[in-house]
């Protein structure tokens, strides 16, 4: 969501701000900017609409310049148009800013500001920051850096932010509270930006800025970096561990069919030295110094929003069948606001791919508040739920580009089983040869997962009948009803077409009234505990003319009979079945929303990472 790309140093500034936009599409925008300071002045240059809108734009301007700031920006305050688009100048234009995130009490900061003579050309927030700004550096008579520090004091709400001025044309101001904001350290150069993506392929050395931290990047200095309240701190250098080829297709047409097809690496990258099923064992490092504390636990409480909350619906199934301790998932969004009951006998697992979801962080510090144990999983190294958290895992999915989350989910999954395995291993909740059919399963997943993928042009073809359906219906039992679930919001996120998902026997209270000739209906209906019910429920959909796409395990010969249409899957242990079953349903997704002309990795109106309300 939104996207800050700032450059200062010996390159063009302009050529590395629009390379960083370009990487930074995948978090969702509807407009861009850029602000270089040239020998001639300040320019800015801003549009609705694309990047390449902006390159247009600005094709034949003046661009000389080595240092400059950039933004996409996902509208909250303002329609996306030219004016509302980022960056935003001060009064006089001698400053300007980019900016993520929300200043929730900009309101009366304008009113105040307007009686002092300020005008306001656009509806946002951000541009009475900036005039907030550069009231306090005129009227206190001080630096920029302590014009920023002292503004931030009167703000209320989130923000990341970098900031430049046209009479220092060697400095660049940047700040962060709730939105995440990282700069790279290069030879003679720096960078800032939203995530590593922009900086990745000029420097491998990052600073990941803490709460409410203040960056001042002179050329030819080392940063200094201060908080709010004026308190030094020490730059903490780490290494990205990504890599350039990670955030590149590949030869895919698009990212999320590449993170589709990567899933077999991703998971096995997340079960990499975590599990041994010769040798019997499950290790977890980051549960190590708060193990006591989550086996005596009273109760889970899973927070997450969209696909993450889908993978805690999964894992509420694993832990309370394998751990037997009660588990509740929760929507990060209402958790926050409902007074939620929270003790410090509960362990709260707080799951997001991007480790920034501004809701799901929300939950974590009000869950700390009451004391409970908040265990983090997340994608991202150095991200704000990963610092937040009192222990967590990394899911080591690599970076997913696609707005749309598929390899993230089969990850956390994977990483979510792994937790429930060790510390039902622990609590002795589980029998050792149950313990060693699941763990010796887990390593198969992969090679499963790989054979499923195999099935891509059936599941073209299938999807070839359904690009204009207006309707779908996702139906599982038990382990596949959050499949269900996911599949549905796969299909409508990117296809732009409606689709429920639905607990199988939840069909007869209501959904079935929708089921005619023209519903198509897919049917988790792989073998286990609830297969019997869940040919029923096929059966009873049947008898309304609705038309089945079931996902089957292979051999079985009774579904794929009553089915329309059936992809087949390897016979997998009941409990790893959502690893393996979402694969196709991902899948037919992707090909009916490139049938349908659809921008599959930029969904329209969505963000990758969700950092504000």
């Not at 990499?272 to 064992?281: H, I």
């Not at 962080?361 to 937040?388: D, M």
């Not at 897919?522 to 089945?548: D, F, L």
């Not at 996902?551 to 329309?564: F, L, N």
Request: hydrophobic share 40%; proline share 3%.
């Amino acid at each position: 969501m939104c996207g800050i790309v700032a450059y200062l140093g010996n390159r063009q500034a302009y050529d590395v701000i629009i390379k960083g936009l370009h990487r930074l599409e995948y978090r969702g925008y509807d407009s861009a900017g850029i602000a270089l300071n040239l020998s001639s002045g300040l320019k800015v240059y801003k549009c609705k609409g694309k990047v390449s809108d902006l390159e247009n734009h600005i094709a034949n301007q003046d661009t000389n310049s080595t240092i400059g700031i950039g933004h996409t920006r996902w509208a909250t305050h303002g329609v996306p148009n030219d004016v509302n688009a980022h960056p935003h100048s001060s009064q006089s234009k001698g400053l300007v800013m980019i900016h993520n995130g929300i200043i929730e009490n900009y309101s009366p900061i304008k009113i105040e500001l307007q009686k002092r003579g300020h005008v306001f050309e656009s509806d946002t927030d951000t541009e009475v920051l900036i005039h907030l700004i550069e009231e306090i550096k005129n009227n206190e008579k001080c630096s920029l850096t302590e014009a920023v520090r002292l503004s931030l004091n009167e703000v209320v709400g989130a923000y990341a932010i970098v900031v430049m001025d046209k009479n220092d044309n060697n400095m660049l101001v940047a700040a962060k509270k709730g939105s995440p904001l990282v700069v790279g350290i290069g030879e003679d150069e720096f960078f800032c930006a939203s995530d590593a993506t922009p900086i990745i392929e000029y420097t491998k050395n990052v600073v990941y800025l803490e709460e409410e931290e203040i960056v001042e990047i002179n050329r030819g200095e080392e940063i200094k970096i201060i908080n709010i309240k004026n308190q030094t701190k020490t730059p903490y250098i780490q290494e990205l561990e990504m890599s350039l080829e990670a955030i590149e297709k590949g030869g895919y047409p698009h990212f999320m069919l590449k993170e589709i097809f990567e899933q077999p690496r991703s998971i096995l990258d997340s079960m990499r030295g975590r599990m041994n099923a010769n040798e019997n064992y499950v290790k977890m490092g980051g549960i190590s110094e708060y193990k006591q504390k989550i086996m005596n636990a009273e109760r889970f409480i899973v927070v997450a929003c969209g696909t993450s909350w889908h993978a805690g619906l999964v894992a509420e199934y694993l832990f309370e069948d394998l751990t037997r301790i009660p588990v509740e998932v929760e929507y990060a969004s209402e958790f926050r606001y409902r007074n939620p009951i929270i003790t410090e006998k509960d362990v709260v697992i707080a799951i997001s791919q991007s480790g920034e979801t501004a809701d799901t962080l929300a939950a974590i510090e009000l869950a700390k508040s009451k004391g409970a144990t908040v265990f983090g999983v997340c994608n991202v190294a150095g991200s704000s739920i990963a610092r937040a958290t009192h222990a967590g895992s990394y899911t080591h999915a690599g970076p997913e580009i696609g707005v749309a989350s598929t390899k993230a989910f089969t990850a956390q999954v994977t990483v979510l089983t792994l937790m429930a395995l060790h510390i039902a291993q622990a609590k002795g909740s589980i029998k050792e040869s149950r313990f060693h059919q699941i763990l010796s399963e887990m390593e198969g997943i992969p090679a499963k997962v790989h054979k499923t993928l195999q099935s891509n042009d059936l599941i073209y073809k299938i999807a070839e009948e359904f690009q204009d359906a207006h309707n779908f219906l996702y139906l599982g039992r038990g382990y596949s009803f959050p499949v269900a679930l996911e599949g549905a919001l796969k299909l409508k996120e990117i296809s732009y077409i409606h689709a429920e998902g639905y607990p199988a026997a939840e069909m007869k209270h209501g959904p079935i009234a929708l089921i005619d000739e023209k519903m198509p209906v897919v049917v988790i209906a792989t073998k286990g505990v609830n297969y019997e019910k869940v040919v029923s429920n096929i059966q009873e959909v049947k008898a309304r003319k609705g038309i089945i796409i079931s996902i089957v395990t292979e051999g079985d010969s009774q579904v794929k009979e009553m089915s329309d249409y059936s992809i087949e899957i390897p016979d997998v242990e009941e409990c790893l079945v959502p690893l393996v079953s979402v694969v196709p349903l991902q899948l037919l997704s992707y090909h009916i929303a490139v049938m349908r002309g659809c921008n599959v990795d930029q969904p329209r109106n969505l963000a990758k990472s969700v950092t504000v309300e």
